[in-house]
C-alpha cells in the first residue's frame, strides 16, 4: 500500500542565490521575492514547507555588498538593507525599498499597514452575509510578507514533519515587491510555490448536488428529466447518504465507506449509468470517525493496522499516521475509484488539529487525496474540498460550505471569489441558490443561477429540508426559462473558460479576478467588490438585489474602468471611466465585453457540449486591436504536459478579423471546424461595407459561417467599424 507519489520538490535554492551574514540568510528567488531567514545557531531550512515547494529559481540579476557591519542587495526591483545584530531582524535594522514607489518596508511592518487586499477565508458554512478573510499576497502599498515559520516541512519520504528550530529562535519570511504589477506577483509566486493545476474539462459544466435520501432510481430520474428538458449537467453528486449512516454502533453515520444498498442495490450500474449519459461523479467524505466494524473494508484495513478485527475495536481517524494514511487510501478508496468515482468531496468540518502540532487534518487531505488521484500520472486529478490555507492553490477545488439563503449571502460571493485570486485560489465552487434554512424567492434562485455562471464552478445544491427547490423547472415558468437559458450558457462557455483554466495553469492569474487587477491607479477599483473580471476579455457585474416592484427592474451601479465597453448581449456601448447606473430584467445578466474582446463560444446545448466543438461562434467586439488563442486538449490526461495541445489564434489587428492556422497537436480538434463570425456592438451603418445577417436588436452583424480545417486560415476586412 504505497502512500501517493511525492511531488518532485526542488526546494534549495542555487548558491548564486543567497547571500548570509551571522546568524542571516538572504535568497533572492526572483527580482521581487527576498526570503529571510533568522538562525539562533546557523542552521537554515532547505526542505520545501507546506507552501514553498520550488526555491530553485532560475537566479535573477542582483549587486551585494557584504561588509561586517551591513549588507546591501538590489535587484532592478529591491532594494534591501540590513545592519548586521547578533539578536537578528529588528526594525531599526532590516528594511526593503521598491524602487519603482519609493515604498519602504520595514521589519514588523503589519499586512494593515500595507492596505492588505485579504485572500480568502476556510468555509462559507452557517454564513449569513459576509465573513472574515485571511490576508492575501497583493496590497495597495505594493508589498506583502509570508511568515512561513508555522508551517511544517517535507521530510525525504514525503511526508509533513515539524520543523528542528521554533519561532522563538529562528524566522523564516518571504518579502513580495510587486507594486502594481499583480500578474508578476502571482506568475513568480505559482513558480516558487507550485503552480495552478489544469483542470479537468469536464468540471467546467454544471454540476447537481443535494444532501438528500435519494434512491438509485430517484437519481438516475431526475437526470433523465434534466435531459428531457434541455438542462445540462456534466456532474452529478452523490450526498452523503450514499454510504451506510445506520451504523448499529458508536458512529453516528457520518462517516462511511459501504454503499447503502437499500438506496443503491447495484451502485456499479448506478455510476456506469452516469457514465453513459456523460455525467461524472463524487462521492461525499466526512472521514473523522474512522472505520466502526460495520464497514465492508474494516476487517482488511485493521488488519492492516495491526488490530485484531475480531475485536470490532473501532479504527481511529490519524491522517497524522503514514500507515494510516495508506490504508485509509488503498482500502477505503481506490476500491471506488475502480468502480468509476472520478473524484472526491472531502467535507471536513472537524477542526485543525492532530497529534502533530500545527498539522491541520484538512491540508493533509487535501495533499494525499490530490496526489494520489495523479498516482497513475495519466489522470488530471483534483479534489473537491475547503481551503486549506497557503498552497491550497495547488488543490483545485474549493467547496465554499453550507451557505445561509438570503441576498446578502449571494452579495458577498462575488467580493469573496474574486478576492481569492491573491491567493491563487481561483477555483471556488458555491452551493448555487444557498445551502440552508427557509427557500428565498425564485427570484433570488434566479439571480444565484445567473451568478453562478459567471463563477469559477457552477453547482446547484442545499440541504434536504423539506420545501428546498434547486430544480429549474421546480421554479415559476419564467424563472425556469430563465434559468435554463442561463445554465445553457454555461455549456457554450466552456470554449472560453477552459482557455482561462490554461492561462490560470501557466501564470497563477485565476478565471474571477478583482477590478484593481486591471486598474490600481482609480480608487473605484477598489470600492467597487460586487462585479469583477471574468477571464481577459469580461467582466461581470450580477445582479445581487431584488427588482423593484413599480419596474419590474433591478436597479445598481456598476463602474467601468477606463476605455470603451459593450453589453456583452446587446452590444450597448459605454465610455469608460464613469459609474452608471444599469436597470436590468429578471433576464438580464450585465456583463461586459472590453473594446477588441474576442469570445469564443460553442453553440447551445440541452446536453453534452463538453467536448472540443465542431462549431464555434466567434463573438467579435470593435474599438481595438486584440489577440486571443483559444486553448484545446483532451480534457482529461496529463499528456498537454508533453506538448500535446492545441492553440488556435484570433486577432483583430486594424479592422481586419483573422482565424489563424491552428498550431500544436491537431488530432485532439474536429478535421474540420465550422466557425461563425458575429461582431457585435456595431450599427447598422456596418451593413453597406459588410455581407451578413443583422440584428438590430444585439447590435450585431453575423457574417457567413466557414468552415476551416486546422492548416487553414481565414481573414475578413471589417472595413468602416
Given amino acids: 500500500m504505497p502512500l501517493p507519489p511525492v511531488p518532485s520538490f526542488k526546494s534549495v535554492a542555487s548558491s548564486k542565490a543567497i547571500v548570509?551574514?551571522?546568524?542571516?540568510?538572504?535568497?533572492?528567488?526572483?527580482?521581487?521575492?527576498?526570503?529571510?531567514?533568522?538562525?539562533?545557531?546557523?542552521?537554515?531550512?532547505d526542505r520545501p514547507s507546506q507552501v514553498f515547494w520550488y526555491r530553485d529559481q532560475p537566479v535573477p540579476k542582483f549587486k551585494k555588498t557584504v561588509t561586517n557591519k551591513t549588507i546591501e542587495i538590489e535587484t532592478d526591483y529591491l532594494k534591501l538593507v540590513y545592519k548586521i545584530a547578533r539578536a537578528g531582524f529588528a526594525r531599526n535594522n532590516l528594511s526593503i525599498m521598491l524602487k519603482q514607489s519609493n515604498v519602504t518596508w520595514r521589519f514588523g511592518d503589519t499586512?494593515?499597514?500595507?492596505?492588505?487586499?485579504?485572500?480568502?477565508?476556510?468555509?462559507?458554512?452557517?454564513?449569513?452575509?459576509?465573513?472574515?478573510?485571511?490576508?492575501?499576497?497583493?496590497?495597495?502599498?505594493?508589498?506583502?510578507?509570508?511568515?512561513?515559520?508555522?508551517?511544517?516541512?517535507?521530510?525525504?519520504?514525503?511526508?509533513l514533519v515539524p520543523r528542528t528550530h521554533t519561532k522563538k529562535d529562528s524566522k523564516d519570511l518571504y518579502f513580495f515587491g510587486y507594486g502594481r504589477d499583480i500578474p508578476a506577483l502571482l506568475r513568480d509566486y505559482t513558480r516558487i510555490a507550485g503552480e495552478i493545476p489544469m483542470i479537468p474539462r469536464y468540471i467546467l459544466?454544471?454540476?447537481?448536488?443535494?444532501?438528500?435520501?435519494?434512491?438509485?432510481?430517484?437519481?438516475?430520474?431526475?437526470m433523465k428529466e434534466f435531459r428531457e428538458r434541455d438542462v445540462p449537467l456534466?456532474?452529478?453528486?452523490?450526498?452523503?447518504?450514499?454510504?451506510?449512516?445506520?451504523t448499529g454502533n458508536a458512529s453516528s453515520g457520518w462517516t462511511g465507506y459501504t454503499w447503502n444498498r437499500e438506496l443503491f442495490p447495484d451502485p456499479q450500474g448506478f455510476i456506469d449509468w452516469l457514465h453513459s449519459q456523460g455525467l461524472r461523479t463524487a462521492l461525499n467524505l466526512h472521514p473523522a470517525q474512522g472505520v466502526h466494524p460495520h464497514e465492508e473494508q474494516y476487517e482488511d484495513l485493521a488488519q492492516w493496522m495491526g488490530i485484531d478485527p475480531a475485536t470490532k475495536k473501532p479504527i481511529p481517524f490519524d491522517i497524522a499516521d503514514p500507515r494510516f494514511a495508506e490504508g485509509y487510501l488503498e482500502t477505503l478508496h481506490h476500491s471506488h475509484e475502480?468502480?468509476?468515482?472520478?473524484?472526491?468531496?472531502?467535507?471536513?468540518?472537524?477542526?485543525?488539529?492532530?497529534?502533530?502540532?500545527?498539522?491541520d487534518p484538512l491540508w493533509v487531505?487535501?495533499?494525499?487525496?490530490?496526489?494520489?488521484?495523479?498516482?497513475?500520472?495519466?489522470?488530471?486529478?483534483?479534489?473537491?474540498?475547503?481551503?486549506?490555507?497557503?498552497?491550497?492553490?495547488?488543490?483545485?477545488?474549493?467547496?465554499?460550505?453550507?451557505?445561509?439563503?438570503?441576498?446578502?449571502?449571494?452579495?458577498?460571493?462575488?467580493?469573496?471569489?474574486?478576492?481569492?485570486?491573491?491567493?491563487?485560489?481561483?477555483?471556488?465552487?458555491?452551493?448555487?441558490?444557498?445551502?440552508?434554512?427557509?427557500d428565498g424567492t425564485p427570484e433570488l434562485y434566479l439571480r444565484w443561477v445567473q451568478f453562478?455562471?459567471?463563477?469559477?464552478?457552477?453547482?446547484?445544491?442545499?440541504?434536504?429540508?423539506?420545501?428546498?427547490?434547486?430544480?429549474?423547472?421546480?421554479?415559476?415558468e419564467r424563472i425556469y426559462q430563465a434559468s435554463r437559458d442561463a445554465m445553457q450558457l454555461r455549456h457554450s462557455l466552456i470554449p472560453y473558460i477552459y482557455t482561462m483554466a490554461w492561462r490560470a495553469h501557466r501564470t497563477g492569474l485565476s478565471l474571477v479576478t478583482p477590478m484593481y487587477?486591471?486598474?490600481?491607479?482609480?480608487?473605484?477599483?477598489?470600492?467597487?467588490?460586487?462585479?469583477?473580471?471574468?477571464?481577459?476579455?469580461?467582466?461581470?457585474?450580477?445582479?445581487?438585489?431584488?427588482?423593484?416592484?413599480?419596474?419590474?427592474l433591478a436597479t445598481q451601479k456598476i463602474w467601468f474602468p477606463a476605455g470603451t465597453w459593450f453589453n456583452f448581449f446587446n452590444g450597448e456601448q459605454i465610455t469608460g471611466g464613469v459609474t452608471r447606473t444599469i436597470k436590468s430584467t429578471l433576464e438580464d445578466i450585465p456583463v461586459y465585453a472590453k473594446a477588441g474582446a474576442i469570445v469564443p463560444l460553442a453553440p447551445k446545448v440541452g446536453w453534452g457540449g463538453l467536448e472540443n466543438p465542431k462549431e464555434l461562434d466567434l463573438y467579435v467586439f470593435p474599438g481595438a486591436d486584440n489577440r486571443f488563442e483559444l486553448y484545446e486538449d483532451d480534457g482529461e490526461t496529463t499528456d498537454y504536459q508533453r506538448g500535446k495541445y492545441a492553440i488556435t489564434p484570433f486577432t483583430l489587428e486594424k479592422n481586419v478579423f483573422t482565424i489563424h492556422r491552428t498550431m500544436g497537436d491537431t488530432s485532439l480538434i474536429p478535421a474540420q471546424r465550422t466557425y461563425r463570425v458575429h461582431l457585435r456592438g456595431i450599427d447598422e451603418s456596418a451593413r453597406a461595407s459588410l455581407s451578413g445577417n443583422y440584428d438590430s436588436a444585439t447590435r450585431t452583424l453575423s457574417l457567413e459561417s466557414v468552415t476551416l480545417k486546422p492548416s487553414d486560415a481565414f481573414q475578413v476586412q471589417l472595413s468602416g467599424l
Avoid at 459544466?205 to 437519481?219: A, D, F, H, K, V
Avoid at 456534466?234 to 445506520?246: A, G, N, R
Fill in 20 to 45: 548570509t551574514a551571522p546568524n542571516v540568510r538572504f535568497t533572492v528567488l526572483t527580482d521581487r521575492i527576498i526570503r529571510i531567514e533568522y538562525s539562533k545557531d546557523n542552521n537554515f531550512e
Fill in 111 to 159: 499586512a494593515r499597514k500595507a492596505g492588505n487586499l485579504k485572500g480568502t477565508a476556510r468555509t462559507l458554512d452557517m454564513v449569513a452575509g459576509a465573513t472574515k478573510l485571511e490576508d492575501g499576497l497583493v496590497s495597495k502599498a505594493g508589498w506583502s510578507v509570508v511568515d512561513d515559520m508555522q508551517t511544517l516541512v517535507f521530510d525525504e519520504s514525503g511526508w
Fill in 205 to 222: 459544466g454544471n454540476w447537481w448536488s443535494r444532501y438528500y435520501e435519494y434512491t438509485q432510481t430517484e437519481l438516475q430520474t431526475l
Fill in 234 to 246: 456534466s456532474v452529478c453528486i452523490v450526498d452523503m447518504d450514499w454510504h451506510v449512516t445506520k
Fill in 338 to 359: 475502480k468502480m468509476g468515482i472520478d473524484f472526491w468531496w472531502m467535507d471536513w468540518q472537524q477542526g485543525k488539529k492532530s497529534r502533530v502540532a500545527r498539522l
Fill in 365 to 438: 487531505l487535501n495533499h494525499l487525496h490530490f496526489q494520489d488521484l495523479g498516482r497513475d500520472e495519466q489522470k488530471r486529478p483534483f479534489v473537491f474540498s475547503r481551503w486549506g490555507g497557503l498552497g491550497n492553490h495547488r488543490y483545485p477545488i474549493g467547496f465554499s460550505g453550507d451557505t445561509v439563503i438570503m441576498w446578502r449571502s449571494l452579495a458577498f460571493q462575488p467580493y469573496f471569489t474574486s478576492t481569492a485570486a491573491n491567493v491563487a485560489y481561483g477555483w471556488w465552487s458555491h452551493d448555487i441558490g444557498g445551502h440552508m434554512f427557509k
Fill in 452 to 476: 453562478g455562471v459567471f463563477s469559477p464552478i457552477f453547482r446547484l445544491h442545499s440541504t434536504k429540508k423539506s420545501g428546498l427547490e434547486r430544480r429549474p423547472w421546480g421554479k415559476p
Fill in 517 to 552: 487587477y486591471g486598474d490600481m491607479d482609480s480608487a473605484e477599483a477598489f470600492e467597487v467588490k460586487d462585479q469583477y473580471y471574468f477571464g481577459s476579455e469580461l467582466f461581470a457585474a450580477p445582479v445581487l438585489k431584488p427588482v423593484s416592484a413599480r419596474t419590474g
